[in-house]
């Protein structure tokens, strides 16, 4: 395999499959068989999940909600999804540990970057919940900053579409698809891949992104195999 360790994003939309919100439990059976194909070859995988399903801080606000509450909110959010991974991922026979930036005794483990690099090694998929713990800052931030500090030879964004395009493939028919890119090149480009703050800190670190899609079968293991998927972002 290509990579050792990964970290992989998913959002939290991801997990609604073809529901309005929520959910849906085939979507995530799927992923844990995914996740699992790539652990069985020694690939040792870091996780984290929005909580867009469920709730979004940022949506709140504009509704007129305390902007940090709403964040907050949505950090629990996350931590919900982060137990239906779990879950699933269990059922699929793979051992997880779920860590999280807000300290929740009875359902995880607070964070703790030489713990969370320990289940690594032992082969635990480890799930981050509850984002970087602070408001104001995405889920996207939340998986550069563990990315880094797990020392991730990646960061794997699995969307809804295969790449990055020159504009929306789902609105824009004549949108053409980026093989690799540069950091530099998103900034000229004005392409939306992850906030400014996340990708900021990915270019600083100098940590590649693959954006790819997460909802093709054996998508995950090909690029985890270093198979030409999705767009790369490197320096």
């Given at each position: 395999?290509?990579?050792?360790r990964i970290?992989?994003?998913?959002s939290?939309e991801?997990?609604?499959?073809?529901?309005?919100?929520g959910?849906?439990?085939?979507?995530?059976?799927?992923?844990?068989?995914?996740?699992?194909?790539?652990?069985?070859k020694?690939?040792?995988?870091?996780?984290?999940i929005?909580?867009g399903?469920?709730?979004?801080?940022l949506?709140?606000?504009?509704?007129?909600?305390d902007?940090?509450?709403?964040?907050?909110?949505?950090?629990?959010?996350?931590i919900?999804n982060?137990?239906?991974?779990?879950s699933?991922?269990?059922?699929?026979d793979?051992?997880?540990?779920?860590?999280?930036?807000i300290?929740?005794?009875?359902?995880a483990?607070?964070?703790i970057?030489r713990?969370?690099?320990?289940?690594?090694?032992k082969?635990?998929?480890?799930?981050?919940g509850g984002g970087?713990?602070?408001?104001?800052?995405?889920?996207?931030?939340?998986?550069?900053l563990r990315?880094i500090e797990?020392?991730?030879?990646?960061?794997?964004?699995?969307?809804?579409v295969?790449?990055?395009?020159?504009s929306?493939?789902?609105?824009?028919k004549?949108a053409?698809?980026?093989?690799?890119?540069t950091?530099?090149?998103?900034?000229?480009?004005d392409?939306?891949?992850?906030?400014m703050t996340?990708f900021?800190?990915?270019?600083?670190?100098?940590?590649?992104?693959i954006?790819?899609?997460?909802?093709?079968?054996?998508?995950?293991?090909?690029?985890?195999?270093?198979e030409n998927?999705?767009?790369?972002?490197?320096?």
């Open positions: 395999m290509k990579y050792n970290l992989l994003k998913l939290g991801a997990l609604m499959g073809d529901k309005q919100y959910i849906d439990p085939k979507r995530l059976a799927k992923y844990a068989e995914d996740v699992k194909k790539i652990t069985d020694g690939v040792e995988v870091a996780i984290v929005g909580g399903n469920i709730f979004r801080g949506a709140g606000a504009t509704n007129g909600m902007r940090v509450q709403g964040d907050y909110m949505g950090m629990l959010a996350t919900i982060g137990l239906a991974l779990q699933a991922l269990e059922e699929a793979v051992q997880t540990r779920l860590l999280t930036s300290e929740m005794k009875q359902i483990e607070p964070f970057k713990r969370a690099v320990r289940h690594l090694e082969g635990r998929v480890v799930i981050f970087t713990g602070n408001p104001y800052f995405t889920t996207d931030t939340a998986a550069v990315a797990i020392n991730a030879d990646v960061i794997l964004k699995g969307t809804r295969d790449g990055i395009y020159t929306d493939p789902e609105k824009d004549t053409t698809k980026y093989e690799n890119l950091f530099k090149e998103v900034l000229s480009k392409l939306k891949i992850m906030d996340a900021t800190l990915s270019d600083e670190n100098k940590l590649p992104i954006v790819f899609d997460m909802n093709k079968e054996g998508n995950l293991f090909q690029v985890v195999s270093g998927i999705g767009t790369l972002v490197n320096h």
